[in-house]
């Protein structure tokens, strides 16, 4: 009994450490995504919970990964990827991050990542962006609010 008691034990452990992990979510880093478009983030848009991580896989090289100043919740720490090396970023803090290509930035390779509810959604929309940038981020900001309206 006592076996069968420690063996349930050993399970449960390995079960809770599993779900305290979280999840992975890959994005490409990406010269040509699959519709067309030139220097993206594949997946632009992510959702992730607290916990999760998301990993940026420089698939085609050249590129980097790192936060955009001022658009990431308060408190919350910056990353900075090396050109051509993948990155493997937990998001503990809830809010949108906005990602940059920085070789790459003012033609529009930028991503969102959203993790757990968008707090800082009116911060995130009033920093400035540079040349395509901004249109990247119109269209992801309204994908945002477009799958906010399909939830409820």
């Given at each position: 009994?006592?076996k069968i008691a420690?063996?349930?034990?050993?399970?449960?452990?390995?079960?809770?450490?599993?779900?305290?992990?979280?999840?992975?979510?890959?994005?490409?880093?990406?010269?040509?995504?699959?519709?067309?478009?030139?220097?993206?983030?594949?997946?632009?848009?992510?959702?992730?919970?607290?916990?999760?991580?998301?990993?940026?896989?420089?698939?085609?090289?050249?590129?980097?990964?790192?936060?955009?100043?001022?658009?990431l919740p308060e408190?919350?720490?910056?990353?900075?990827?090396?050109?051509?090396?993948?990155?493997?970023?937990?998001?503990?803090?809830?809010?949108?991050?906005?990602?940059?290509?920085?070789?790459?930035?003012?033609?529009?390779?930028?991503?969102?990542?959203?993790?757990?509810?968008?707090?800082?959604?009116?911060?995130?929309?009033?920093?400035?962006?540079?040349?395509?940038?901004?249109?990247?981020?119109?269209?992801?900001?309204?994908?945002?609010?477009?799958?906010?309206?399909?939830?409820?």
């Amino acid at each position: 009994m006592r076996k069968i008691a420690t063996m349930a034990a050993a399970a449960a452990l390995v079960l809770a450490t599993g779900a305290a992990r979280g999840a992975e979510v890959e994005v490409k880093l990406l010269n040509k995504g699959s519709e067309g478009a030139m220097m993206v983030f594949e997946p632009a848009l992510v959702k992730v919970a607290p916990g999760d991580t998301v990993k940026f896989v420089a698939t085609d090289k050249g590129h980097n990964a790192e936060t955009i100043k001022g658009m990431l919740p308060e408190g919350a720490a910056a990353f900075q990827g090396k050109n051509g090396e993948d990155i493997a970023v937990k998001f503990d803090q809830e809010g949108i991050y906005g990602v940059k290509c920085l070789p790459h930035y003012g033609m529009g390779m930028v991503a969102m990542i959203v993790v757990g509810s968008p707090t800082n959604l009116d911060q995130a929309r009033a920093v400035p962006q540079v040349g395509k940038a901004k249109q990247v981020f119109a269209t992801l900001f309204d994908k945002l609010e477009a799958s906010k309206t399909a939830a409820k």
